[in-house]
């Protein structure tokens, strides 16, 4: 590709969100350590300031930790622990008065930063058990686990932040994961004109003069011209879109055999149930290429050659077979072909039918002809 378009990492779609978060649990360690001091009369003075220092610690670590991703599924784990951890401490300086008719000690506020961080990991789901899961443990701390629950606003708030910003963070990789595809569209787009320019002004050039040639001399050559002018038509397709467009116009079922017939003329020898083999259109296109391509090769490599088409449909695959009766191809030769970058059988056969969940297996041998056997699946 010479396009200049990168495409973005979904990973760090949510990079805002994160950087969002950390400036929310800054601010939300100043909150704590102004409510420690406004309250610090009503707790264990000595073991309250060392639990507030762990705060201001571990929120400086989180900060550093959450805009670093890397990191993130580590300091997620950590912060839950943490951060339960700080609310059950409350417990050792705060006594059952106190606790039941007051926030705990590193305040629901600062509490809602692991509800964020485990949501902007996991999603919703995540962001809505972390929620759960504080909620309980300060419902614990402050001996309020029964109909109390329902007058503190902590869990609905809680789970509040867990579900939106799970959401946030699944949308924003989502967006970003379109964004990518838009991007890679683009390239490719970008790419196909400059193959086509680069085309233009070489293969169809060439093909439009051996047409002209091969009109004004006449006999074999006229023959030769018109196939250059077909190969030139089909190329103009290819490179300008409308080949795919003419595929979907197309994509309606029908019948394998009348489209194999139509296409390796009456030298070839097509032998088919008398009932239509009937095949979505997708599928009987590349069976259809994959079919000349085979006979294709027949024709250059054994000109002399008869060849045999046959067509099976046994209800839930199709099993189409090229042979001919000619001198066969070493297997060594159709390896050394596609080692050396020679991919005609590789591209046009083989890959054709596993594009579209078949498969192609070559039979021959020295003396011994060539077969092709094309099946794909019609369930």
């Known amino acids: 590709m010479r396009s200049t378009a990168t495409p973005t990492d979904p990973a760090g779609a949510d990079g805002p969100l994160w950087r969002a978060a950390a400036a929310f649990r800054l601010l939300t360690v100043v909150y704590a350590v102004g409510f420690h001091l406004v309250v610090q009369d009503e707790y264990d003075v000595g073991w309250s300031h060392a639990l507030v220092a762990v705060v201001v610690l571990w929120s400086g670590v989180a900060v550093t930790a959450a805009v670093t991703p890397s990191v993130r599924p580590g300091f997620v784990a950590a912060d839950q622990l943490i951060t339960l951890a700080l609310i059950v401490s409350t417990v050792a300086v705060a006594g059952p008065d106190w606790r039941r008719d007051h926030q705990v000690l590193p305040t629901t506020i600062w509490v809602a930063n692991a509800v ?183 024709h250059r490599h054994a000109p002399d050659a008869a060849v045999y088409v046959s067509i099976e449909d046994d209800g839930n695959a199709v099993v189409v077979s090229v042979r001919d009766d000619g001198p066969g191809i070493d297997p060594a030769r159709v390896a050394a072909a596609r080692a050396e970058g020679r991919l005609g059988i590789a591209s046009s056969i083989v890959g054709r039918l596993e594009a579209v969940g078949g498969r192609a297996e070559l039979i021959t041998g020295p003396g011994e002809g060539t077969e092709w056997e094309l099946t794909v699946p019609i369930t």
């Open 116 to 298: 964020v961080a485990a949501a902007l990991l996991g999603g919703p789901r995540v962001g809505v058990a972390s929620a759960l899961t504080m909620t309980v443990a300060i419902a614990v701390v402050r001996g309020n686990l029964d109909a109390d629950l329902w007058r503190d606003s902590t869990g609905p708030i809680l789970l509040s932040v867990g579900l939106a910003l799970g959401l946030a963070a699944r949308i924003a990789r989502s967006a970003r994961a379109r964004l990518d595809e838009a991007v890679a569209l683009a390239a490719a787009t970008a790419e196909r004109e400059r193959l086509a320019r680069e085309v233009h002004d070489g293969v169809l050039q060439v093909l439009a003069l051996v047409n002209r040639r091969g009109r004004e001399l006449g006999g074999p050559a006229a023959e030769l011209g018109t196939l250059a002018a077909e190969q030139e038509r089909a190329l103009r397709k290819l490179l300008s879109g409308t080949a795919a467009h003419d595929s979907d116009t197309r994509g309606g079922a029908g019948d394998l055999t009348a489209a194999v017939r139509a296409v390796v003329g009456p030298e070839v020898t097509v032998a088919a149930p008398s009932e239509p083999v009937t095949v979505a259109g997708d599928l009987r296109r590349e069976l259809v290429a994959a079919v000349v391509a085979a006979v294709d090769n027949a």
